[in-house]
């Protein structure tokens, strides 16, 4: 479990951003007004930063016309209390946006992105043949400098397209089939299934550090079982694989799951998948089990701000309490939002999901 920060500590919010590896200037240090880091699973995390860019002494412009931010550098940014922080992102400038209003002083917003950017650029059309879905993520961050941790698919695929598309467009594609999520962190890509176990980073309370929390428990998208039905091109014939409740894995500490639920409600029900173009039974098995259990995480979502905590990052296990036995326990984190500025201090706010009651 992650160490909390807690008492006096929480006094004392800090931030330190770093360009290209240095420490910013004084001089631009001062003129510093806010940050945002958006942390997300399903799009390429982005920052925010905001400086006033107009001397008043000699009544021109500062940082929109020097060169210190030029398009591509690279951007850390650590977040936390007095001395002791904790980077929330690395990302690359990618586009500048000057504020010109006759009711405030002008200012320069900084925005890029973190590296999954780099998938976005440009389309594609080209063929893997005998790989696994890991190896083609392998081949495809390393062209574009990234390192790759990956969950091993196990199964060879005959033949993959990617069809004029992007390569986050042709990951995300591949990762939905599979149930996994695509996600970066400095020059790591991790191509893996949700990682919903009970290694929580630790407790938030309503009425302690969490201040607002809205969660939603809806069974609209829930069915007690997942088929998969393909076609097998090299037997010429079609595959039916299926995953339903008892298979969800990990409940995060409930006792019962949102198909189990469903079916209890509402009798028995599943959604079929066609039409897919399969090289195996067992990548169907895989597809069919992958997709249940990423539908089952949407029986309870929600949203919530609470006291900024730089370890709160996309892709862990929170603990919420204080709100009631149904809704309290373990949530999987899917977006974070830091947000800082001396006027408002350090808050963070998130998304979560939970499979389980």
């Not at 900084?110 to 063929?127: A, E, F, N």
């Not at 083609?136 to 969950?151: F, N």
């Not at 302690?208 to 088929?227: A, C, E, K, Y």
């Amino acid at each position: 479990m992650s160490k909390k920060p807690s008492g006096e500590e929480l006094l004392n919010p800090n931030i330190k951003i770093l360009l290209k590896g240095k420490n910013i200037s004084p001089e631009l240090a001062a003129d510093f007004v806010s940050v945002k880091v958006y942390e997300d699973l399903e799009a390429p995390s982005m920052f925010e930063l905001k400086f006033v860019t107009w001397d008043l002494e000699k009544l021109q412009f500062t940082w929109i016309d020097k060169e210190v931010f030029e398009l591509g550098d690279t951007v850390e940014i650590l977040m936390g209390y007095e001395n002791n922080l904790q980077t929330v992102m690395v990302g690359e400038i990618t586009g500048l946006e000057p504020e010109f209003s006759q009711d405030t002083t002008p200012m320069l917003v900084v925005r890029g992105h973190d590296l999954r950017h780099r998938l976005l650029r440009g389309r594609q059309t080209k063929s893997f043949t005998k790989m696994k879905d890991s190896d083609i993520v392998s081949q495809i961050a390393r062209g574009k400098g990234l390192t790759a941790k990956v969950e091993d698919t196990k199964v060879k695929l005959e033949y993959v397209l990617q069809r004029n598309q992007t390569d986050w467009e042709f990951l995300q594609e591949r990762a939905a089939r599979l149930g996994y999520e695509v996600a970066v962190d400095n020059k790591t890509l991790y191509f893996r299934p949700p990682d919903n176990g009970e290694q929580k980073l630790f407790t938030i309370t309503y009425g302690d550090d969490l201040q607002d929390f809205q969660p939603r428990l809806s069974t609209m998208n829930q069915v007690d079982q997942v088929q998969v039905q393909g076609w097998l091109p090299k037997d010429k014939k079609t595959v039916l694989a299926k995953a339903g409740a008892g298979k969800e894995g990990n409940k995060m500490g409930g006792s019962t799951s949102g198909p189990k639920e469903v079916q209890k409600a509402f009798g028995k029900s599943s959604d079929t998948i066609v039409n897919q173009v399969v090289s195996s039974k067992a990548e169907a098995d895989k597809m069919s089990l992958g997709q249940f259990k990423e539908r089952s995480l949407d029986y309870i979502t929600g949203e919530g701000i609470c006291q900024g905590y730089s370890n709160f990052r996309a892709g862990k296990v929170i603990e919420i309490t204080g709100v009631g036995k149904k809704f309290g326990g373990l949530y999987y984190i899917i977006n974070v939002e830091h947000s800082y500025s001396e006027s408002q201090g350090y808050k963070t706010s998130f998304t979560v999901r939970r499979n389980a009651t």
